[in-house]
Structure formats: structure tokens, C-alpha cells
């Protein structure tokens, strides 16, 4: 049985990153769970953007110059739902403007707006319905600490916008995703939701003392996990070691699933390969077949269907 093939703010390779084009597009691609990342808004819309920052995705500094805090950032938290609304989504750039990934989606045109979580569930759920194919979501809550910080607790309605879209159960296809572990516990043990959850885990070598990633990601660590959690979403250089050119297995999986936990590292990415690998195909491969790996996150959800189509047909070989 292949990886569950989960699209990274949609279909992020080519078209702007968690617009519904992107999500439509992964969709009809054939992803098997389409991803959503929530923050909050001034009015307490909750919003589907990768930061709880706008400028680097949308036009907001044109649009509402001076509005940005004293780090000369544009905070969603600073701007009500009608005025996210007025915002063209383009793709994401750096601080000095130019595009992260040169080769993408080169526009901001009218199809690609933010829209709150529960217009995307909407979608998603009638997209599914029209077109006769389920598919999963994988939502992931947003430095839920900070929030609380600027007057906000998302995660009680985050968690009531998927029940009343009808994710209610365990077995209701979502996976509920944080890296605060805190938040997770409280998920599960004060809100009591019965939901898949899933901790994602950061690159090791980020310095911040509340998230000590190397611990989580040893036996003890996810022993831990599992009293919890129902999966890892790892960094994915956490799965393997480079010596002398050679790529090895990292423990990591191996352990995870000795303690009955799910492994969807993340990000797969056509122009963006991990050190160690000289094509995708070798990097989807090496951890599909030779790590096992349970599920994984993409930019290109096509692409790696198509070598899980290759990789998992009968007789291929290793």
C-alpha cells in the first residue's frame, strides 16, 4: 500500500500557495488529503494563510501602507476580514521581493483571494461531492500561544468549524496538525476531541527552548507522543544521514512505528531537493520503499503519484 500523498497548501507548485485554485488543482490531481494552515484575524475570522503574516503573499503593503508593526511586518491579527478579502494572493517572496521559488506561478489575479477555514471546507467538501471522490483535510493550527498572546484562543473554534463540517470522529478523514506538543495535549485531554492528531517536528538544529525537537524524535520522545498523538510529521532531513556521500536510514521511522505512530515528513519539492538526493524520483523513492514512510507532504502532488504509480506497481523493483 503507497504513502498517503497530502498537498502542501495545495497544489503549491503551481499555482499560489492555499488559494482554492491550488486546493482545486491538487484535488483534481488526485491528492488524498489537501492541507490548510489557520490564523486569526482582528475581527476573529479564522484564515487560511501559512503565517500569521501577510506581506509576504499578498499585495497588503500596497494596498495599506503603514499598517505593518515596528518589525515591519503586516500582521493578519491587525486586519479585519473585509480587508484580507481586498488582498491578491501572489507567490511567496522574500523579504527583499523576489520570488522564493523563481520557476512558479508568476501572477496575483483576481482568482487567488484568502478565504476563511470554513469557506474552504465548503469547497472542499462540494468539490468532493461533484466530482464522486472523497478526499481527506490536514489542518494545522497556527502558533496557537501567540494568538492567546494577542487575545485569541483559535483552537476551540478551529475544532467547532470542523465539526459542523462534519469532522467529528476518529475515523472522519482529517488529520489535526501543530507543532506546539502543549497544544496537542490540550487537544486531546482538556477540549477531549476524538480527532487524529498529529505532531509536527521542526529542523533540530532551531534554537528555542520550549520545542526541543532532537528529544521528541528519540525512543523515550515518541514513546511520549504516542499517549497522545496519532503521527509524527517530521523535518524530513531527520529521516536519514549523509556520510561520504551515502544516504542512510535515521531511526526515526523504524521507532515511531514500533510505538504505533503514523510518519509524514515534510516537504517534498521538485526545486528544492535535500542534501543527499540529485533527483526527486531518488528522494521519493529512498523514503517510500526504503524508509516506509506512511504519508508525505508535496508542492507537486502529481509528480509524486507518479512515481507511487511506478514505485508500488506490481514487480518493481527495489
Known amino acids: 500500500m503507497r504513502p498517503v500523498v497530502i498537498a502542501h497548501r495545495g497544489a503549491s507548485g503551481y499555482l499560489p500557495e492555499h488559494t482554492l485554485p491550488a486546493k482545486a488543482l491538487a484535488y483534481a490531481m488526485g491528492a488524498d488529503y489537501l492541507e490548510q494552515d489557520v490564523v486569526a484575524t482582528r475581527d476573529d475570522q479564522l484564515v487560511v494563510l501559512h503565517d500569521i503574516h501577510l506581506d509576504r503573499v499578498t499585495d497588503v503593503a500596497r494596498r495599506f501602507p503603514g499598517r505593518n508593526r515596528s518589525d515591519g511586518r503586516y500582521y493578519v491579527r491587525d486586519f479585519d476580514m473585509d480587508e484580507i478579502r481586498s488582498l491578491k494572493v501572489h507567490e511567496r517572496t522574500n523579504p527583499d521581493g523576489s520570488r522564493v521559488y523563481p520557476g512558479r506561478f508568476d501572477s496575483a489575479g483576481e482568482p487567488f483571494r ?6 474552504e471546507l465548503e469547497f472542499i467538501n462540494d468539490l468532493a461531492a461533484a466530482a464522486g471522490r472523497p478526499v481527506g483535510v490536514y489542518p494545522e493550527i497556527k502558533a496557537p500561544e501567540w ?3 494577542e487575545g485569541v484562543d483559535v483552537t476551540p473554534q478551529f475544532l467547532e468549524i470542523l465539526e459542523r463540517a462534519g469532522y467529528r470522529s476518529h475515523d472522519d478523514p482529517v488529520y489535526v496538525q501543530c ?4 497544544e496537542l495535549v490540550r487537544i486531546r485531554k482538556t477540549l477531549g476531541s476524538p480527532l487524529k492528531l498529529v505532531q509536527l517536528i521542526g529542523d533540530p538544529r532551531d534554537n528555542d527552548p520550549r520545542l526541543d525537537w532532537n528529544t521528541l524524535l528519540t525512543r523515550p520522545g515518541l514513546d511520549q507522543l504516542a499517549a497522545v498523538v496519532d ?12 556520510q561520504g556521500g551515502r ?3 535515521a531511526p526515526v521511522v523504524e521507532q515511531a512505528h ?8 515534510y516537504t517534498f519539492r521538485l526545486d528544492e531537493l535535500p542534501p543527499g538526493f540529485d533527483s526527486f524520483e531518488a528522494l521519493v523513492r529512498f523514503c517510500a ?3 516506509a514512510i506512511d504519508g508525505l507532504f508535496t508542492d507537486f502532488p502529481d509528480q509524486v503519484l507518479e512515481l507511487f504509480r511506478r514505485i508500488f506497481s506490481a514487480g518493481a523493483s527495489n
Not at 114 to 119: G, K, R
Not at 179 to 182: G, I, K, Q, V
Not at 258 to 265: E, F, I
Open 147 to 149: 494568538h492567546r498572546n
Open 114 to 119: 484568502v478565504h476563511t477555514f470554513a469557506e
Open 258 to 265: 514500533a510505538v504505533g505512530l503514523a510518519v509524514h515528513p
Open 247 to 249: 544516504v542512510s536510514p
Open 289 to 291: 520503499r526504503d524508509l
Open 231 to 242: 503521527g509524527i510529521g517530521p523535518w524530513i532531513q531527520s529521516l536519514y544521514t549523509v
Open 179 to 182: 507543532f506546539d506538543p502543549r
